[in-house]
């Protein structure tokens, strides 16, 4: 049986139930790199790029300016990207990102996610783009702004209308998102 969300693109979205029992399946000395990856729903690529550049994260603004050249998508317009809303304790997450492991190549990367998905007991599988496609969707369902969450992440209307705007999550599913985003400071009220 399925168990979660997926998106247009056949891409996993976790619920925070499953986001918590993933964290808990990946090794300490790998989970900062899947939390940074999700809080700031940058693209793999970029997540190694800000590996390999950690003054691109300013911690007297608790924020990720990502220059053009950290992003190099081919149809990619702005110039710069401001990652913003990050939780009070993300100095601390960041800190341990950057003196861990790299991030490693996607295909192992793809085969970790495969091994901690089975090990958790999610299926379909998490995959490179999930932690992206999970906190895009949980920002849209939970009323941030669609300006806000385009510019943080870096794309078109038009992408979140293809891939996230058709999941439902429950009323139960609903609580557990406004209240994660809450406390990683994403979502103020």
């Not at 992003?71 to 913003?84: F, G, L, N, P, V």
Request: a positive charge.
């Amino acid at each position: 049986m399925e168990n979660g969300l997926v998106t247009g693109d056949g891409t996993k979205v976790l619920t925070v139930e499953e986001y918590d029992k993933f964290i808990q399946a990946i090794p300490e000395s790998k989970r900062a790199i899947f939390e940074i990856n999700t809080i700031t729903g940058v693209r793999y690529v970029e997540l190694q790029r800000l590996y390999d550049n950690p003054a691109w994260y300013y911690k007297e603004r608790n924020q990720i300016i990502l220059p053009k050249e950290a992003q190099k998508k081919a149809k990619q317009k702005q110039i710069k990207r401001t990652i913003d809303r990050l939780p009070s304790t993300f100095p601390y997450i960041f800190k341990q990102f950057c003196e861990g492991h790299r991030p490693p190549e996607r295909s192992s990367w793809n085969r970790d996610l495969a091994r901690w998905s089975e090990k958790a007991g999610i299926d379909p599988k998490v995959g490179p783009k999930t932690p992206r496609k999970t906190i895009e969707s949980w920002m849209l369902k939970s009323g941030i702004p669609e300006i806000e969450i385009y510019s943080r992440q870096g794309h078109d209307p038009i992408t979140s209308l293809m891939h996230y705007q058709s999941l439902s999550f429950t009323e139960y599913e609903m609580r557990d998102i406004e209240k994660r985003l809450t406390e990683w400071g994403i979502l103020r009220k």
